[in-house]
């Protein structure tokens, strides 16, 4: 059985910077492409960046240039560095290990104050 278990999230200003983790276990982490995506009140749940086993990433547009996925295997743990964070970037960010069925943890909260 999967799980991921988040952290790092809080409450920064506009321009701040926060750092996610995201621990896996019961999977092979190294093997599988992670994301991390987001959901804010009222709105859809939307991916915000993958990484691929051997690290090619994809970023939605929103983010390109302000936050960087990376991953650890030797530590089965998945990041996301987030700088020059704006208000809209305010969710809960959940991480994912992006296979059919998706597996989701329970995300950790980014608020962003203007």
């Known amino acids: 059985q999967v799980q991921l278990t988040e952290s790092g999230g809080g409450s920064v200003q506009a321009g701040g910077s926060l750092r996610l983790s995201c621990i896996a276990s019961g999977n092979r982490f190294s093997m599988d492409t992670m994301g991390w995506y987001r959901q804010a009140p009222g709105k859809q749940r939307e991916i915000v960046a993958t990484i691929r086993p051997e690290g090619t990433t994809t970023y939605t547009s929103s983010v390109k240039g302000r936050f960087s996925i990376s991953r650890d295997n030797a530590r089965n743990t998945l990041f996301l560095r987030m700088d020059s964070l704006k208000p809209e970037d305010t969710a809960l960010y959940l991480c994912?290990?992006?296979?059919?069925?998706?597996?989701w943890g329970r995300g950790t909260q980014v608020t962003v104050s203007s």
């Open positions: 994912a290990v992006l296979k059919t069925p998706i597996t």
